[in-house]
């Protein structure tokens, strides 16, 4: 079993910055990708950005030239910076980690363990 805790999520103004850290316990040896997916209020979990375990990193087209994620194998933490934020980044932000390869990295049913989530709020 993994366990994925987030924090660092809050309200910011349009053109700020969060760092959302996320600390992984449990059989971390076992986790091959690590990453974020996001929930809007209404939408469905919507694949952010993930990184491999060798630090191979996929952006989704929103975020991409915004956000930048860092992983600490050593540490057992990814991190994702957010900049440039925009009032539609507005979500529950979620820590995911999957035990093998994926085949579709931007679905969210090929992770295996999530996060209870973190709320992050850009206002205009």
């Known amino acids: 079993q993994v366990q994925l805790v987030e924090s660092g999520g809050g309200l910011v103004q349009a053109g700020g910055s969060l760092r959302l850290p996320c600390a992984a316990s449990?059989?971390?040896?076992?986790?091959?990708?690590m990453g974020w997916f996001r929930q809007a209020p209404g939408q469905e979990r919507e694949f952010v950005a993930v990184?491999?375990?060798?630090?191979?990193?996929y952006y989704s087209n929103s975020v991409k030239g915004r956000f930048t994620i860092s992983r600490d194998n050593a540490k057992n933490m990814v991190h994702l910076q957010m900049s440039s934020l925009e009032p539609e980044d507005t979500a529950v932000y979620y820590c995911?980690?999957?035990?093998?390869?994926?085949?579709?990295?931007?679905?969210?049913?090929?992770?295996?363990?999530w996060g209870q989530g973190t709320q992050v709020t850009v206002s205009s």
């Open positions: 995911v980690a999957s035990l093998g390869y994926s085949s579709d990295i931007t679905v969210s049913g090929e992770y295996d363990y």
């Open positions: 990184s491999s375990r060798r630090g191979v990193t």
């Open positions: 449990g059989q971390t040896s076992t986790m091959h990708t």
